[in-house]
């Protein structure tokens, strides 16, 4: 079970929309529609941003959303805002009632 | 609004057992259809699962961490808890607790705040 593949920063303008990416395989991102993401500011715990790939959580922006494309999932956040600035995971079902992470993607709101 | 806190030592020694328990307030952890699940994050890195506990016992761990881990819960305290052996510097790392939702229990809706485990002698 390797970890889920993110890049390791983003950047973009306020405004501007970005989409983070993760990669995984057929044995969990491309094999199962439960991909969830997570936002995490320093020193924070991590909150629920997307699950089952597309779904928002009640009280999340709806400039938050998600997608999936064969092994790979994304988050896309439209309309930039300074407050957007943290650390992004995505986290997948990987069978056998498992679960695993991606790496984690730092974004950053010039 | 359920609430859940981590609670243990910050400090434990090399080849000793890592012991971490999770008091869930604001609902009875037996009610429902959820997981309670652990995970972990060295400073400066990202998030591992470490594996997840159904109210009725049954657990599902981390194949890298399996033959290590013992995650339990104790409903009529409303807690559930960790237990981590053979502990090295490589286990040191902010530790959560968080409630686990979805068809196969895939998502994790509420978090604790995270306790810090360091492994030194």
């Known amino acids: 079970q390797s970890a889920l593949t993110q890049p390791a920063s983003v950047s973009g303008s306020p405004g501007q929309s970005i989409t983070i990416s993760c990669t995984g395989t057929?044995?969990?991102?491309?094999?199962?529609?439960?991909v969830s993401w997570y936002q995490q500011h320093p020193g924070k715990a991590p909150k629920l941003m997307i699950y089952?790939?597309?779904k928002r959580p009640s009280g999340v922006s709806n400039r938050f959303s998600g997608s999936k494309s064969g092994n790979t999932a994304s988050l896309t956040i439209s309309g930039l805002q300074a407050e957007d600035e943290a650390d992004y995971y995505c986290?997948?079902?990987?069978?056998?009632?498992?679960?695993?992470f991606g790496g984690g993607t730092k974004l950053t709101v010039l | 609004q359920v609430q859940l806190q981590e609670s243990g030592p910050g400090l434990v020694k090399p080849s000793q057992t890592l012991s971490l328990t999770c008091t869930v307030s604001g609902g009875s952890i037996s009610s429902g259809s959820y997981y309670w699940s652990w995970i972990r994050q060295p400073a400066g890195k990202g998030l591992e699962w470490i594996g997840r506990i159904y109210t009725s016992g049954s657990t599902n761990y981390n194949p890298s961490l399996k033959s290590r881990v013992t995650i339990s819960v104790d409903t009529s305290k409303n807690q559930f808890s960790l237990k981590l052996s053979s502990v090295t510097a490589a286990d040191t790392a902010v530790y959560y607790c968080?409630?686990?939702?979805?068809?196969?229990?895939?998502?994790?809706?509420?978090w604790g705040q995270g306790t810090l485990v360091t492994v030194s002698s």
């Open positions: 968080a409630r686990v939702r979805g068809t196969v229990g895939s998502y994790f809706d509420y």
């Open positions: 986290c997948s079902y990987a069978g056998s009632s498992t679960l695993v």
């Open positions: 089952d790939v597309s």
């Open positions: 057929s044995s969990d991102v491309g094999g199962y529609n439960y």
